[in-house]
T-cell receptor
Framework: ETGVTQTPRHLVMGMTNKKSLKCEQH?????MYWYKQSAKKPLELMFV???????ENNSVPSRFSPECPNSSHLFLHLHTLQPEDSALYLC??????????????FGPGTRLTVL | KNEVEQSPQNLTAQEGEFITINCSYS?????LHWLQQHPGGGIVSLFM???GKKKHGRLIATINIQEKHSSLHITASHPRDSAVYIC??????????????FGQGTILTVHP
């Protein structure tokens, strides 16, 4: 039990579909992250939310739209994706205090395939 | 942005061997993270260290802040240690908000 859950675990969608990824953390953390991991590439940070406010948008295309309704939940809304968006999408959470880089706890990921 | 290099990219070992994975970074940091990713994608944080050495079971992590280098050692390796090991450091400059730059990972395979 990692304390960070993600649903769905696997998702196949067409380029015209709209879907959402969900992340939930039960650790009392105040920051949440979306990462993208493509085949044979390092983890790429997409978005950071600190205290439910987006503090980082790492030049992510607008077809990815994050939402953080409260400190425990994070969504990634997907629409009109491209096949190159197929990847593993990982959510993480941590406790941020000042400039510290506390340990991040990761969810199991959503394996996304765009047809 | 902090640049992170890991070596080797791929590592194959026999059960029981001592394993070392290296990580170098370009900009001074406050702490470095070692992560483990198993097939299927799940990532587990192994260590966060800012100086010296940390040990957890058969895993040992060391860091040399002056040389901007860290190593992850596995003693008495076992097939269940087979995974991708990832080094991560804070982004350089600005407000960090916990943002990390990740190495490309080292794929470890331990054969029985």
């Amino acid at each position: 039990e990692t304390g960070v859950t993600q649903t769905p675990r696997h998702l196949v969608m067409g380029m015209t579909n709209k879907k959402s990824l969900k992340c939930e953390q039960h650790l009392g953390h105040n920051a949440m992250y979306w990462y993208k991991q493509s085949a044979k590439k390092p983890l790429e940070l997409m978005f950071v939310y600190s205290l439910e406010e987006r503090v980082e948008n790492n030049s992510v295309p607008s077809r990815f739209s994050p939402e953080c309704p409260n400190s425990s939940h994070l969504f990634l809304h997907l629409h009109t994706l491209q096949p190159e968006d197929s990847a593993l999408y990982l959510c993480a959470s941590s406790h941020i205090q000042g400039e510290g880089t506390d340990t991040q706890y990761f969810g199991p990921g959503t394996r996304l395939t765009v047809l | 942005k902090n640049e992170v290099e890991q070596s080797p990219q791929n590592l194959t070992a026999q059960e029981g061997e001592f394993i070392t994975i290296n990580c170098s970074y370009s900009v001074g940091i406050s702490a470095l993270h070692w992560l483990q990713q198993h097939p299927g994608g799940g990532i587990v944080s192994l260590f966060m260290l800012s100086s010296g050495k940390k040990k957890h079971g058969r895993l040992i992590a060391t860091i040399n802040i002056q040389e901007k280098h860290s190593s992850l050692h596995i003693t008495a390796s076992h097939p269940r240690d087979s995974a991708v090991y990832i080094c991560a450091v804070p982004n350089a400059g600005g407000t960090s908000y916990g943002k990390l730059t990740f190495g490309q990972g080292t794929i470890l395979t331990v054969h029985p």
